[in-house]
């Protein structure tokens, strides 16, 4: 197995495993860039790479600004948060590091709390793993509102072939100049949620299985 150039000869107990340069690069493109707050949508102010809240807990304000480096910054601190729940679900279960990377990007963007409640989770768990379901269920979530998005869909393929092991280099990270459009939601969401105009899901607090959003507890429906 090759990944980023690499020989991936044997899966690693995730306590070994971190979230590659490469996986971190996928999830800036995927979530584009704002430099200035914006509604999300959903009521919840949204900056950078879909951060909502700072490392402190407290959320992101109408009005905040940020750069590049300071976005790049918040991203790693969620992505930090985010890996270290991860762990705590999945457990012993070893992955290759494309596998832990296509899970860290879903689990940014639907929120770790949805990523550890998922059917996802419960076929890592099986005995012995169904890493080949694993992957497919990332295809799940891909709706907002009971709606299919177009540009969810080509997110989860992409966070599916990165799963499997076929991975191609993103593109860079964009800055949105358009006002979201209206939001729509599906099974297991519970805040509804802009579609950007990079195709991406602006990000929500609240999620749920297929939920698409962003950073910390953000989701799409199955």
Not at 8 to 26: C, D, E, N, Q, Y
Not at 53 to 81: F, M, N, S, W, Y
Not at 142 to 163: F, M
Not at 167 to 194: N, Q, Y
Request: hydrophobic share 30%; net charge positive.
């Amino acid at each position: 197995m090759f990944y980023g150039g690499c020989v991936l000869k044997h899966r690693l107990p995730i306590v070994f495993l971190a979230l590659s340069a490469l996986g971190l690069t996928f999830i800036a493109s995927d979530e584009g860039y704002r430099d200035a707050s914006y509604n999300d949508g959903g009521g919840v102010q949204t900056v950078g790479f879909g951060t909502t809240t700072h490392p402190d807990g407290t959320p992101v304000k109408r009005g905040e600004k940020t750069d590049p480096v300071r976005a790049l910054i918040a991203l790693q601190g969620h992505v930090t948060k985010t890996e270290s729940a991860m762990r705590q679900c999945i457990g012993a279960v070893p992955l290759y590091q494309h596998e832990w990377d296509a899970f860290v990007r879903l689990a940014y963007n639907i929120g770790s709390h949805a990523f550890c409640g998922s059917t996802l989770l419960k076929k890592l768990h099986q005995t012995p793993p169904d890493y080949a379901g694993a992957c497919h269920e990332i295809l799940r979530w891909n709706k907002d509102n009971g709606r299919v998005i177009p540009g969810l869909v080509k997110r989860r393929e992409r966070e599916y072939r990165q799963c499997v092991g076929v991975t191609t280099a993103p593109s860079p990270p964009t800055r949105s100049w358009r006002s979201p459009p209206s939001p729509t939601s599906g099974e297991g969401a519970l805040t509804p949620s802009p579609t950007r105009a990079d195709g991406a899901i602006a990000p929500s607090p609240f999620m749920g299985e297929g939920w698409d959003g962003g950073v910390e507890d953000k989701g799409a429906s199955s």
